[in-house]
């Protein structure tokens, strides 16, 4: 027991110089006496609300980054998360110590010092970690360098572009600014350049692949006044082959499908309309499931859509294909029945025997005409000539009217009539796929290499 008390003893010594207390959990009310012997020499008239070379020229300060993970891409709120690993570089004179060696400290400490007002312009929600404490590392230097690093999580916007969707390509930035210091107090520079940046090679993300990155400094203009920017670019390409998977690839099997109405005969209503209604059915569908994971109102017209689009065409088309085969097929039937209606009611009016009773003018006076008369008179036999003669001549104006007739229907609806409508699903066979294979040509070129 006397050895742990003696320990406790040395232990409190050390850190309140013979006053064995607790000393305050609250970061602003530490004072000289509770810093080892080291910072207690550094921070005796140290003011930490005064930057360092007040009045004397800005402070350069030199920005480098690790990228630990892009854990989310939104293209509904256009935006992505991502957790880095920042880390900031600058000289204070007035922590110069001898020596060569670096002192780390406690990230608590980091109230008592003087630390850049750096902040992400274009993030939405951020945090920094504090698991098992705050996230936070200070370094000193033995020239007065201090290194300050933390670690960060923000939800960062980027503007998108899904014109090209699903064969984008999203250039999205990570920018770093002064919140109140500007130009003449404050310079920010990315220490090593491009190399600055570490993380992006070896990222994994599940629908992108980082093709480059660069990094550049600029400044950043407000009402205020210019503050110092650094803008970290990456360009990140979608990976497309999920999207041939789940969605290019059921489309076309679709439109494939609704061909096959094609191959069957005319008569079999109920299944070319159940093909036909059972495909655009499906792909309406498919073109709602594609749209769940992009926002519902923009002003992009997205070439996923103009893809699923051309399919919804082709399907409907099919379903109207044989909607149009069936009609002709019907009014084919029904000119040819009128046809045989046109020839039977010729032929009778052509082939009648009888003959019309022919009456005399003349009262008291009648003539009967039959096959077992004899001796027919001069007027008689005369009336009976001019009778056959006009019924002949009647006949032969009523076949000629029935045949112009007759031709003239033909030509009315010839325009309007297909001579063999099992025609239609044969040059359908071979106009469809054909007209898909090179809209298809045309889409691919024009997504792929323009």
Not at 127 to 134: G, I
Not at 263 to 271: D, E, G, K, N, R
Not at 320 to 333: D, I, K, P, S
Request: charged share 15%; with cysteine; proline share 4%.
């Amino acid at each position: 027991m006397s050895v742990q008390l003696h320990a406790l003893l040395i232990l409190c010594l050390s850190f309140t110089q013979g006053d064995c207390t607790y000393s305050s959990p609250h970061w602003g009310e530490w004072n000289d006496s509770q810093l080892l012997p080291t910072i207690q020499k550094l921070m005796k008239g140290y003011n930490r609300y005064l930057r360092p070379n007040f009045n004397e020229g800005p402070v350069e300060i030199g920005m480098s980054l690790d990228i630990a993970s892009i854990d989310a891409i939104s293209e509904i709120n256009m935006d992505y998360t991502a957790t880095i690993f920042l880390r900031q570089r600058w000289r204070d004179s007035r922590l110069v110590f001898p020596g060569n060696e670096s002192v780390s400290v406690d990230g608590r400490l980091v109230s008592l010092l003087w630390i850049p007002d750096t902040f992400i312009p274009d993030s939405k929600r951020s945090f920094l970690h504090d698991v098992t404490v705050e996230n936070r590392l200070i370094r000193i230097f033995s020239n007065g360098t201090v290194l300050y690093a933390l670690r960060i999580t923000a939800t960062i916007a980027c503007n998108m572009d899904l014109t090209k969707y699903p064969m984008d390509r999203q250039v999205c930035t990570l920018q770093l600014e002064s919140w109140g210091y500007n130009l003449q107090d404050v310079v920010f520079y990315w220490t090593r350049g491009n190399d600055s940046v570490k993380g992006l090679d070896t990222l994994r993300l599940a629908q992108y692949s980082v093709e480059s990155y660069y990094t550049t400094v600029s400044e950043a203009v407000y009402e205020t006044g210019q503050y110092p920017k650094l803008v970290l670019h990456f360009a990140l390409r979608r990976n497309v082959l999920f999207f041939i998977l789940e969605t290019y690839v059921p489309s076309v099997l679709l439109v494939v499908l609704s061909w096959v109405s094609f191959w069957i005969s005319q008569s079999s209503v109920p299944a070319r309309t159940c093909i036909g209604v059972t495909t655009v059915l499906t792909m309406t569908t498919l073109m709602m499931g594609a749209r769940t994971s992009l926002p519902n109102a923009n002003c992009f017209i997205k070439a996923i859509d103009v893809y699923l689009g051309i399919c919804f065409t082709f399907i409907f088309g099919a379903l109207l294909e044989y909607a149009c085969a069936h009609f002709y097929t019907m009014q084919h039937q029904t000119i040819e029945d009128l046809h045989r209606e046109l020839m039977r009611e010729f032929n009778e009016s052509n082939g009648n025997g009888s003959i019309p009773m022919v009456t005399s003018t003349q009262p008291n006076q009648s003539v009967q005409i039959g096959s077992n008369a004899e001796e027919p008179t001069e007027q008689s036999a005369n009336s009976d000539t001019r009778n056959s003669v006009g019924s002949k001549e009647k006949v032969a104006r009523q076949g000629c009217s029935l045949s112009s007739m007759k031709d003239a229907s033909r030509r009315a609806v010839s325009v309007f009539t297909v001579e063999n409508p099992h025609n239609i699903d044969r040059h359908a066979r071979t106009a469809f796929p054909t007209a898909f294979l090179f809209v298809n040509i045309l889409y691919w070129l024009y997504y792929l290499f323009l």
